[in-house]
């Protein structure tokens, strides 16, 4: 066997990589993790050899150069591509030989995690995969559901929450032992978590009944009504797949355009997102740019909703690049994407501009969506979780499968758990093997009823 060397940059907060560490050791490899904060160090580092960076950023790519000539590494594994400390290393990928591992939440939700080579969304060539894939397979063949077998991740909001607590707690306390380290972050942690404890005590107050309330003044008036789910500000599809330098600047160009030129029966549903901590309070945001063009009483602002429903009784979807675009595709809702995003195709999407969208509404071409959600589920999505404990069970089994087979790609994986139908020689059948040999089938985007952090 071929030891491996893998450098762990950030990760997702949480025991996670620490429990990825011991997997690959047990295996027979060295894994080394470099510390930015004291965020970034495991309250147990048994498994991870810790290299702390406590210089500045503009020496930290000599440093880890050094670092990857050293130790011979020969993996890189990072959380999210888009972190200048992680752009450092990949643009170092060519020249010292190295295998880039970008993991990101998953392109499909909930229960999936994405693992890519070099990149995730507008960095990466999965487009370009898609499309010579399609070109040589013929899907009217394929069993478009083969894949949907993912098993429930347990309610993983909860894991998030509690682990961001924990990170930012060891990183406000070992400051000093880091003090050149900067975040990627465009907003202070500790103006975060005030904004935070202000949100769940007084702002809670109310919150659930007056969204409820507004949502079902949505489903049954008769007005069309169209949605916008909010990203955070410090969303990298945001700041680095969009033109946006905020979700401020994306609302007053939807509003203006709503305004002007959608049916003016129509509603518009705001949403923000459910991890947003209201250091900026979008809902008088929205106020303040309605107001001034006559729109108030037509949009609704949401801060709590279940996203599917909407989606099923929208007459369309505007978005940034949200995961919410597609699943607005998925329950077959005409989108139109203001920025970069890997679902952003013609046969999909609204091409049109904003301003026609509103009386256009292109449906989506669904065997063309079933077709991409089949090459996802096989080409770069994991079953699992890196939140809850339930999750973490799921996805690291297969996670390290998958990075220590890295030359085999899921196409050459064999069929183990569906039979093979009769079909013209030229046809391959594809399935993903579970760790524990199981399937167990899900309707996506429902959420699990058993929760487990």
Known sequence: MNTRVFLFLQGPHGPFFEQIAAA??????????????????????????????????????????????????TDVLLYGDCRTYHQEVITLKHDLNLKIWVLEEGYLRPNWVTLECDGVNAHSNLVERFRAWLTQTNTRHLDLQAFENSKPVGRTLRGLVFWCHIYYLKRFFGT?????????????????????????TVRRLGRVRRSELAVQSLLESPEPFYLVPLQLDADAQVLHHSDYVNMRQFLNEVLTSFAQHAPKNSRLAVKVHPLDSEVVNYQRVVNQLAI??????????????????L????????????????????????????????????????????????????????????????F??????????????????????????????????????????????????????IHYPQPDNSVVATEPYVLPRRRVV
């Open 376 to 429: 996802l589920l096989k080409d770069c999505q994991i079953n699992g979780s890196f939140y809850s404990i339930r999750g973490r069970k799921v996805l690291i089994p297969a996670l390290v499968e998958r990075l220590l087979d890295a030359e085999t790609r899921p196409e050459r994986i064999m069929a183990q758990h569906h039979p093979k139908p009769h079909t013209p020689s030229n046809v391959t059948w």
């Open 311 to 374: 989606l099923k009784h929208a007459a369309g979807v505007v978005t940034v690049n949200s995961t919410v675009g597609l699943q607005a595709i998925h329950h077959r809702c005409p989108t139109k994407v203001m920025g970069r995003a890997i679902y952003n195709q013609p046969e999909l999407t609204a091409q049109c501009a904003l301003d026609a969208f509103w009386q256009r509404l292109p449906k989506p071409k669904h065997r063309f969506y079933q077709s991409l959600r089949y």
């Open 24 to 73: 690959l050791s047990a295996a027979g490899h060295q894994v080394l993790r470099v510390a930015l904060n004291s965020g970034d160090c495991s309250l147990s580092s048994h498994h991870a050899q810790y290299l702390p960076y406590r210089g500045r950023p503009a020496n930290f790519q000599t440093w880890v150069k050094k670092v990857i000539l050293d130790y011979e590494v």
């Open 292 to 309: 001034p063009l006559g729109i108030k009483n037509r949009v609704v602002f949401l801060e709590t909703g279940a996203i599917p429903v």
């Open 176 to 200: 000093v032992l880091y003090p050149f380290y900067r975040s990627h972050r465009p907003v202070s942690y500790l103006l975060e978590a005030v904004a935070w404890l202000r949100k769940l």
